[in-house]
T-cell receptor, first 114, second 113 residues
Framework: EAQVTQNPRYLITVTGKKLTVTCSQNMNHEYMSWYRQDPGLGLRQIYYSMNVEVTDKGDVPEGYKVSRKEKRNFPLILESPSPNQTSLYFC?????????????FGPGTRLTVT | LAKTTQPISMDSYEGQEVNITCSHNNIATNDYITWYQQFPSQGPRFIIQGYKTKVTNEVASLFIPADRKSSTLSLPRVSLSDTAVYYCLVGGGTAGNNRKLIWGLGTSLAVNP
């Protein structure tokens, strides 16, 4: 089954404790992206990757890092989480970069930073 | 990057047709119009995409007038399971322009029995 998986689905952590949210897709998609979703603000893009070893900032990249060492995986790293990073995070993938390509989203990771 | 405007919420009843209109006055020539559906605690799911005129698939229709400054998502005979948030996005069909897609706040559709 074609899918995007994220782990963990739920995470509660404390300020400053480094964490990684994993994302994996099995569709051989070149493009992958991370979003955060907050009430009243909608979905905002954090980082995206056009292919292996190619990443770029989205609209809200501060406080986040990403890597794309393999085509299927695109982990999101919070090196020193802060409470304002409490949010619902989604990973997405698509065949290509252009908006004409359908994006496939993961189930989401709900992160709480205390 | 084009900005979209859509109603914050809508109410309907089972069996009715629902039309959600999205305004995108500054749409660019190569922009596509795409709609996504999101259920609570799930990621958005692609519904339909179009460039001009009318597009229909098994779940919805998309109507785009000639000037392309707006579009209407039509859901025929909605059921309770269509209760969700619907997002309208516009973006370019060529690489490099648009993976910084701007997602609006969407339209929260409530289908009542």
């Amino acid at each position: 089954e074609a899918q995007v998986t994220q782990n963990p689905r739920y995470l509660i952590t404390v300020t400053g404790k480094k964490l990684t949210v994993t994302c994996s897709q099995n569709m051989n998609h070149e493009y992958m992206s991370w979003y955060r979703q907050d009430p009243g603000l909608g979905l905002r893009q954090i980082y995206y990757s056009m292919n292996v070893e190619v990443t770029d900032k989205g609209d809200v990249p501060e406080g986040y890092k990403v890597s794309r060492k393999e085509k299927r995986n695109f982990p999101l790293i919070l090196e020193s989480p802060s409470p304002n990073q409490t949010s619902l995070y989604f990973c997405a993938s698509s065949l290509g970069l252009a908006a004409s390509y359908e994006q496939y989203f993961g189930p989401g990771t709900r992160l709480t930073v205390t | 990057l084009a900005k979209t405007t859509q109603p914050i919420s809508m109410d309907s009843y089972e069996g009715q047709e629902v039309n959600i209109t999205c305004s995108h006055n500054n749409i660019a020539t190569n922009d596509y119009i795409t709609w996504y559906q999101q259920f609570p605690s799930q990621g958005p799911r692609f519904i339909i995409q179009g460039y001009k005129t009318k597009v229909t698939n098994e779940v919805a229709s998309l109507f785009i007038p000639a000037d392309r400054k707006s579009s209407t998502l039509s859901l025929p005979r909605v059921s309770l399971s269509d209760t969700a948030v619907y997002y309208c996005l516009v973006g370019g069909g060529t690489a490099g322009n648009n993976r910084k897609l701007i997602w609006g706040l969407g339209t929260s559709l409530a289908v009542n029995p």
